[in-house]
């Protein structure tokens, strides 16, 4: 029976730890499109990358695991070469991944503010009949609040004060959240996001994947909403700095 692209993608991830990514046969080996810019094209590529990892250390851990059409996207607790928090985003054709992307992000494994991890909380989608509608809410919310700056319309897109947040440098609270960014702004390292590149979802989760700058840096937010009523309860994040064109490895793009 045909395994589901979100069982695909989680089974991919996986394998990293039990060194069986050959074995599994989900990798399209002859065409194989990379937008870690960190990594080259290709199935060898990514073998050879493995090969570099202190596998005595290494786990995977995949907490979340959705898909999106062709799209099979996983959130994952990993001890890579560190301790490492990532979302992997797999699109299949004929039932092979032939180009992925992913965001990473150093895992302090200390809680935040409000006592929460950057991997807690729920994970399974309900409300499949709304995706579109919540991948819509999502995308607006990012494109006009955090892209546009219209700071006074967040207040449409959450319900009251309520938000369970899982970045490692804030609390619970829409809030709170502003009153960061803000603090962030003031000290010279703002978070600025210029672009929506790329909406995911599966019922009442949506992933946003994002450009802009952080500490003055060209940077990629991913960014994983859970949906409820209409609102935004919960979020999680990734947020890595792009590297420069100099230092990247394939020619693909980061988004």
Do not use: C
Not at 176 to 201: M, P, R, S
């Amino acid at each position: 029976m045909e395994i589901s692209n979100s069982e695909k993608a989680a089974a991919i991830q996986n394998s990293i730890e039990t060194e069986t990514l050959a074995q599994i046969g989900l990798i399209n080996s002859k065409s194989y499109k990379q937008h870690n810019l960190n990594v080259a094209d290709g199935f060898d590529a990514i073998l050879a990358l493995h090969e570099l990892m202190p596998m005595e250390k290494v786990y995977t851990n995949v907490v979340r695991a959705f898909q999106d059409g062709d799209i099979g996207f996983v959130h994952v607790d990993y001890y890579l070469f560190e301790p490492t928090v990532a979302f992997d985003i797999h699109r299949f054709e004929n039932g092979l991944s032939v180009e992925h992307w992913d965001n990473l992000q150093t895992n302090s494994k200390k809680v935040n503010k409000s006592g929460r991890t950057m991997t807690d909380g729920k994970t399974k989608a309900i409300d499949h009949d709304l995706t579109a509608h919540n991948k819509k809410l999502a995308s607006t919310f990012v494109n006009e609040v955090l892209v546009g700056k219209n700071f006074d319309k967040a207040q449409d897109f959450f319900n009251g004060d309520v938000l369970i947040q899982h970045n490692p440098h804030m609390g619970d609270g829409v809030s709170e959240f502003f009153n960061v960014l803000k603090e962030w702004k003031d000290e010279g390292k703002e978070q600025i996001y210029t672009a929506v590149h790329q909406v995911l979802g599966e019922g009442n989760f949506v992933l946003v994947l994002s450009e802009g700058y952080m500490n003055n840096l060209p940077t990629a937010f991913y960014d994983l909403y859970r949906i409820e009523n209409n609102k935004i309860i919960e979020h999680w994040d990734v947020i890595e700095e792009i590297p420069s064109p100099e230092n990247q490895k394939n020619t693909n793009g980061k988004f």
